[in-house]
């Protein structure tokens, strides 16, 4: 059974913060206090949120395609409405845009 929309919404939301402060560390480079850290955290991931369109047609009919969907429109929302607004605003983040 799927989680109510309000659940995944909250996991969204925190999820997009951590996003953001992460992007934003890693923007400062060897200035932040979190350097050594991310440094060693993977640089790639292999999700089907983010192959090719083409690997993603074949996800076709799947519960996966519908949750990558459902994903997918939830985090554009969040960054749409969160992330962009805030990088307009403050030229020094619009290069995390």
Known sequence: SRRSSVDEESVSSWCMVVACVIMFEKSLGKESDFHSYLVSLPSSAD??????????????????????QDAWEMTHREWAGC???????????????
Do not use: I, K, N, Y
Not at 50 to 60: A, K
Not at 63 to 68: I, K, L, R
């Open 83 to 97: 992330v962009e607004p805030v990088c307009r605003a403050h030229p020094e983040f619009q290069h995390l845009s």
């Open 47 to 68: 999700l089907p949120m983010l192959w090719p369109e083409e690997d993603r047609h074949s996800l076709g009919g799947t519960e996966v395609q519908e949750a990558m």
